[in-house]
């Protein structure tokens, strides 16, 4: 397996843009996390999915970000309009529940 | 509600010199501990988790109950070792979905001076 895929590696982009971050899990597992990178804040959990399910969003910053899995094997996170605070690396994970947690190498997103 | 706290943000040693990264954590029921590795522009990977009580790349970490730490330690800092290192928590999530949440620290940046 390839690991968690994540796609766009690097995004920049102005302010007020739509940005849409891709992330293929690892085949098999049922759990997806969307996690934040910022050096003030480190590594922030934004959502999680189990079976395709969001189950805590509490981590979502504002209505301007939303997540989906339409199914096992695909997840987004989008955010709409897009901010410079937006700024960070932004990681998507996978695992079988009580498993360990592998990490995609993350899209590094700049809003200017 | 669960919570790791790394206290320091950056750790410089010498080669050769012991290494501890410290982690303490809140959390009211039975957790697990984890400590994950980011090198350089690379994707986070599991170093070691409590329940293996496993020796990875000279590390070990101990999880302590009464002092709610799970410290990272090795005796011979390499050059190789230089990295940002998270602990983390993991307490089961009671949405009935069964999967494992997991919390982590603001991380520690390991220098390690030639």
């Known amino acids: 397996d390839a690991g968690v895929i994540q796609s766009p590696r690097h995004e920049v982009t102005e302010m007020g843009q739509e940005v849409t971050l891709r992330c293929k899990p690892i085949?098999?597992?049922?759990?997806l996390f969307w996690y934040r990178q910022t050096m003030m804040r480190g590594l922030e959990l934004l959502i999680y999915?189990?079976?395709?399910?969001?189950?805590?969003d509490s981590g979502m910053p504002e209505d301007r970000f939303s997540a989906k899995m339409p199914n096992a094997s695909f997840s987004t996170l989008k955010i709409q309009p897009s901010e410079p605070r937006d700024s960070a690396v932004y990681f998507c994970?996978?695992?079988?529940?009580?498993?360990?947690?592998?990490f995609g190498e993350g899209s590094r997103l700049t809003v200017l | 509600a669960q919570r790791v706290t790394q206290p320091e943000k950056l750790l410089s040693v010498f080669k050769g010199a012991p290494v501890e990264l410290k982690c303490n954590y809140s959390y009211s029921g039975s957790p697990e501990l984890f400590w994950y590795v980011q090198y350089s522009r690379q994707r986070l990977q599991l170093l070691l988790r409590h329940i293996s009580r496993e020796s990875i790349k000279g590390f070990t970490a101990d999880l302590n109950k009464g002092e709610t730490s799970f410290h990272l330690k090795k005796p011979f800092a390499q050059e190789e070792d230089s990295a940002m290192y998270y602990c983390?928590?993991?307490?089961?999530?009671?949405?009935?979905?069964?999967?494992?949440?997991?919390?982590f620290g603001k991380g520690t940046k390991l220098s390690v001076i030639p």
């Open positions: 999915f189990n079976n395709n399910v969001p189950i805590d």
């Open positions: 983390a928590l993991s307490g089961r999530g009671y949405s009935g979905a069964g999967s494992y949440q997991l919390t």
């Open positions: 085949s098999g597992h049922n759990s």
């Open positions: 994970a996978s695992n079988w529940v009580g498993g360990e947690l592998f």
